[in-house]
C-alpha cells in the first residue's frame, strides 16, 4: 500500500476509505430551483403592477375610441390636450388641497410618532406596555368603524371640511404604526451614546432632538415615505369629512375625491383621457417619491436587523 505524504496545508480530493471526491447532496439544484421560482413570482408580480401603470399613461394620450381598443397600443398623436382639460376641470385645486394637507399632517405625524415611540422604547415606567399595545391596537383597528363618531366628533369641534380637521385625523390614523415601527428602531440603537449624553449634561429634550433623532434618520426617511404614501391614497377619511356642509362652503376635495367628481362632471359624456389624464398626474408625485427614496427605504427596514 503506497503511502502518499503531503505538504502542510495541502488539502486531499479523497475521503477515508479510499472514495472518489465528495459528491454535492443536491443543495446546489434545489436553491437553482427555489432562485427561478422566486425571480420568476418576482418578474409576475413586477408585470402585474407595471401593466396597468403603462396603460394608464398611454391612455392619457389616446383618444375615447383608441381606449376602447388594444389596452398596450400606441397612440395616433402624442399631445398634452387630455392633462390640459383635466386640469383645468380641477384637478389643479385637488392637488393644491392635497400638498396643503400633507405640508402639516407628514410632519406632525412623524414627529409625535417619534417622540411617542421613543418615550416606550427608551424610558421605563409603569404602564409603559399598556400604552404601547394601546397604539399597537389602533393599527388592528379598522377605519370603517370608528367613520360616525368620528364624524360626529369632528362636527362637534366645528372642523368639518377644514384643512385642520383632515390633518388631525390623518395624524391620528397615521400614529399606530408610525409609534410601531419607531419604537423598534429606537431600541436597536446603541445605549452607549444616549449615557454619554446623560454624563455630559444633556437634556432629556436635547438627547432627543441632537443625539436619538439624527441616529434614527434611515426609520424616519422609511415610515415617512409610508405615511406619504398612505395619506396620499386615503380616500374613505376625506370623503366622510371633507364635504362642503353649507351652499356658500366651498370645496376643499384632495385629489381621491376629486377624480371622482371628475367622473361626475362628465355626466353622460365619455372623456376618458382626462380622467385617465388626472389618475396620471395624481401616480407620477408618489412614483417619483418611492424611486427615489427607495435606497432608503431598504436601508430603514434592514438596518434593525443588521445591528
Known amino acids: ?42 418578474a409576475l408580480w413586477a408585470v402585474l403592477i407595471v401593466l396597468p401603470l403603462v396603460w394608464l399613461a398611454l391612455g392619457s394620450f389616446k ?42 399632517s407628514v410632519p406632525l405625524t412623524m414627529l409625535l410618532g417619534s417622540m411617542a415611540a421613543y418615550v416606550l422604547a427608551r424610558y421605563p415606567f409603569p404602564g409603559n406596555r399598556v400604552v404601547y399595545y394601546f397604539f399597537v391596537s389602533g393599527a388592528m383597528f379598522p ?3 370608528a367613520l360616525v363618531p368620528l364624524f360626529f366628533m369632528v362636527k362637534r369641534l366645528d372642523m ?3 384643512y385642520q380637521g383632515l ?7 397615521s400614529m399606530p404604526f408610525t409609534v410601531f415601527f419607531m419604537h423598534s428602531f429606537f431600541r436597536t440603537l ?12 444633556a437634556s432629556d429634550t436635547r438627547i432627543f432632538f441632537q443625539v436619538m433623532l439624527p441616529m434614527a434618520k434611515p426609520g424616519l426617511i422609511s415610515v ?13 377619511l ?59 427605504i431598504q436601508a430603514g427596514l434592514t438596518s434593525s436587523t443588521l445591528k
Not at 446603541?190 to 449634561?201: K, M, Q, S, Y
Not at 415617512?224 to 374613505?236: A, E, K, P, S
Not at 362642503?244 to 361626475?264: A, C, H, K, N
Open 238 to 296: 376625506p370623503s366622510v369629512l371633507m364635504q362642503p356642509q353649507t351652499g356658500s362652503d366651498p370645496e376643499r376635495y384632495v385629489l381621491t375625491q376629486g377624480l371622482i367628481q371628475l367622473q361626475y362632471q362628465m355626466g353622460y359624456e365619455t372623456d376618458l383621457p382626462v380622467l385617465f389624464a388626472g389618475v396620471t398626474i395624481a401616480m407620477i408625485p408618489m412614483l417619483v417619491v418611492y424611486l427615489s427614496f427607495q435606497r432608503q
Open 63 to 104: 383618444t375615447d375610441s383608441e381606449i376602447g381598443g388594444s389596452a398596450l397600443s400606441r397612440p395616433s398623436n402624442w399631445h398634452l390636450d387630455a392633462f390640459s382639460r383635466a386640469w383645468d376641470k380641477g384637478i389643479g385645486d385637488y392637488f393644491a388641497h392635497t400638498l396643503i394637507v400633507m405640508a402639516f
Open 160 to 162: 368639518l371640511n377644514t
Open 143 to 145: 377605519v370603517f368603524l
Open 1 to 42: 500500500m503506497t503511502t502518499v505524504i503531503k505538504a502542510p496545508g495541502e488539502r486531499s480530493d479523497e475521503r477515508p476509505g479510499g472514495a472518489g471526491p465528495a459528491q454535492g447532496s443536491g443543495g446546489g439544484s434545489e436553491g437553482t430551483v427555489l432562485n427561478v421560482f422566486s425571480h420568476g413570482f418576482l
Open 167 to 173: 390633518i388631525l385625523v390623518y395624524v391620528a390614523y
Open 190 to 201: 446603541p445605549t452607549a451614546v444616549h449615557e454619554a449624553a446623560v454624563i455630559d449634561g
Open 224 to 236: 415617512g415615505i409610508f405615511n406619504v404614501l398612505g395619506q396620499w391614497n386615503q380616500y374613505i
